[in-house]
């Protein structure tokens, strides 16, 4: 009967995916006191880890008498899946992370520690609206395009850097959209039109200098924008969409003016470019509350120009948005996409730091220029034990298993192994009564 049992039960965990039993050969029976020994299922993530040296040559393949480190998994043993008690945390900020925020914080896809971690609402107010009212204590995470940094100009009044903890959270790209209908799909536009354009210097789709951009006065597109020109039609006028509340995405888009497109707007928190202070030149121009409401105005507006998160134009109501081709800094017209997002990490290194965090217009080819990284704010040091280790542990789960399960589903591209492991040491530093919450297992 105790023979059934234990073998019933080690069926169990290794349907579980925890352990298996293994029998000894008879021969070895004499010199163990024990005729089984555990050996525990390796996943490829596992099989990676500093903590797994060697398979046992007992144990089957893909198995090993040390227990690997799941933590970050989201497999049975995760440590980031356990918390001490219930917690609700209050999120807000960038628009720019807004699908994969959602994907992770709602519904049945949501982190939930088992139930007792949930989410407030996520109005996605831009990345200012995340810098400040994570300064203020108004929230438990929040999200900015740009981190908190008194170099860039996005350190909020009265605040001190060191108080917080700022973690990698997602890596994507912005696209120049526009809406002129059929014919003009993978329109080309270089940073110094795009500038031009928000200056107010180039007001006209059927500029000369955008056709001959787009092959001149002959080819298909540049038939069709002189066409525009010469019956003063309505959608040659550019209407300029751009963001007037605080927004990462557009101290993106102004870092690759600047550099690619000297447009004589040094980035700088986005807040020259956005808001009642804005100092585009542009006089038709219109201003839209976040990466929704831009990608709303493009689909409703013909002859418009904007500046949008990539993952926006992915959206099924959102397919009149046409992506312009921009260029590289060796040059190459690039459509976006993953691959070329990526690239621009891959350029960039592993430099990120809160003060050093541009990966606009990076060297190399296949390169995407308009590209950035966005980030998790916390308060580094927590009153409540739970509020902080549901911080942390869901921070880690997002930035490995979440970005495995949900980033390129929703058009972002997955963090960079060494920008996890980043991660993971900044979000060692958050404490609450002194002790690392993330270590924690509760």
């Known amino acids: 009967m105790n023979k059934t049992l234990r073998s019933l039960a080690a069926a169990s965990l290794a349907v579980a995916g925890l352990l298996t039993v293994v029998t000894l050969p008879a021969g070895a029976a004499s010199k163990a006191k024990s005729k089984t020994i555990t050996c525990y299922e390796l996943t490829a993530k596992a099989l990676k880890t500093k903590h797994v040296k060697a398979v046992h040559p007992r144990c089957p393949k893909g198995y090993s008498t040390q227990k690997p480190n799941l933590m970050g998994s989201g497999l049975p043993g995760d440590t980031d899946l356990v918390v001490p008690n219930n917690v609700s945390l209050a999120i807000n ?44 204590g108004a929230l438990s995470i929040g999200f900015s395009d740009v981190p908190m940094s008194q170099p860039a100009g996005t350190l909020p009044a009265g605040a001190v850097a060191s108080n917080f903890t700022q973690v990698p959270y ?207 704010l916390v308060q580094k040091s927590q009153t409540s034990e739970g509020t902080c280790e549901a911080i942390t542990k869901y921070l880690d789960w997002e930035s490995h298993a979440g970005q495995n399960l949900y980033a390129a589903g929703e058009g972002y591209v997955p963090l960079p192994p060494a920008i996890r492991t980043y991660a993971r040491q900044q979000l060692q530093t958050i404490t609450s009564g002194g002790t690392a919450c993330l270590n924690q297992k509760s």
């Open 93 to 136: 900020g960038s628009s720019f992370d807004a699908p994969l925020v959602g994907v992770t914080t709602s519904g049945s896809t949501a982190y939930s520690a088992g139930g007792k971690v949930s989410f407030s609402a996520y109005p996605a107010a831009g990345s200012g609206t995340g810098r400040s009212q994570i300064a203020s």
């Open 170 to 376: 997602l890596l994507g790209g912005g696209v120049v959209g526009y809406n002129l209908g059929a014919g003009f799909d993978n329109m080309k536009l270089t940073a110094q039109e795009v500038a031009q354009i928000y200056d107010g210097k180039i007001t006209k789709w059927s500029n000369s200098a955008i056709v001959t951009t787009n092959g001149g006065a002959n080819s298909p597109i540049g038939k069709l924008l002189v066409a525009n020109g010469l019956a003063n039609a309505p959608q040659d006028t550019i209407k300029v969409l751009y963001r007037n509340a605080g927004s990462g995405t557009t101290e993106a888009f102004t870092d690759w003016l600047y550099s690619a497109g000297d447009s004589g707007h040094a980035p700088n928190g986005g807040s020259p470019m956005e808001g009642s202070g804005g100092t585009w030149g542009a006089q038709n121009i219109n201003g839209v509350a976040n990466n929704s409401a831009m990608a709303q105005g493009l689909v409703s507006t013909p002859g418009s120009i904007g500046y949008v998160e990539y993952s926006y134009v992915l959206i099924p109501g959102n397919a009149k948005i046409q992506v312009a081709q921009l260029q590289d800094k060796n040059g190459q017209w690039l459509q976006p996409n993953l691959t070329n997002i990526g690239n621009a990490a891959a350029a960039a290194g592993t430099r990120i730091s809160p003060d050093y965090f541009s990966i606009a217009n990076e060297p190399g080819n296949n390169v995407w220029p308009f590209a950035t990284y966005s980030w998790a």
